[in-house]
């Protein structure tokens, strides 16, 4: 057995305990906070679980806060999705994972009416253990047009700028070696006709053998 396929089997074991902990990663990242309206808009909300919560029963309720600070249930989660209804009715979509970790909701269709505060809860229970929960909150705001992506604008130009600095290099870079390879045949004609002309003193001494 050679040496490489020696290593692998050795390597397995390894790889083998890896494997499940890379699949239990989980990372918080922040929602979208932005929409254009008639479009559809991720309000991501992710709550990671300890590998002993895991098996803790999850009840996932989402809330529009209004402006008296009052919330509207519009969606729950226990054993599957449970849309409530409200003006959300037909356009709010269960977008989590099945763990329980991720407790996403997709809004299709979006008004500008849906500007405003949401908020995400999740209960976790476990038996002869107090419940806790977890709340996040997402602002939302709907625009009539999307707008201008700055980074993307500044990044046009400097690859414009990028592409002409190149291009005058490139040119200069030409230039320099017509020039260079011109400069070259110029010496080597001048050395051709050095070794092809014939010195006057040794004319005038053919010369005047000739007519002796």
């Known amino acids: 057995m050679t040496p490489a396929v020696t290593l692998v089997f050795q390597s397995l074991p390894l790889l083998i305990l890896i494997v499940p902990v890379m699949q239990q990663v989980c990372v918080e990242v922040d929602s979208e906070t932005e929409a254009v309206k008639d479009q559809s808009i991720r309000l991501t909300c992710i709550s990671c679980q300890k590998r002993a919560e895991i098996t803790m029963e999850s009840q996932v309720n989402w809330y529009y806060i209004n ?52 908020k995400c809860e999740v209960i976790r229970r476990m038996p002869n253990m107090p419940a806790f929960r977890v709340t996040k909150f997402i602002h939302l705001v709907v625009r009539e047009e999307a707008l201008p992506n700055i980074t993307a604008f500044y990044s046009e130009i400097m690859m414009y700028v990028v592409l002409t600095l190149m291009s005058v290099w490139l040119l200069l870079a030409v230039v320099f070696c017509f020039r260079k390879i011109a400069r070259a045949e110029a010496r080597a004609q001048d050395s051709s006709n050095d070794c092809l002309s014939i010195p006057s003193d040794n004319k005038d001494d053919m010369a005047t053998t000739i007519e002796d």
């Open 67 to 118: 402006k008296d600070k009052s919330g509207i249930h519009i969606l729950q989660y226990v054993d599957g999705p449970l849309y409530l209804e409200g003006r959300w009715k037909d356009r709010l979509l269960w977008n989590g994972s099945s763990n329980m970790q991720d407790l996403s909701v997709l809004i299709i269709n979006v008004t500008l009416n849906d500007t405003g505060t949401y």
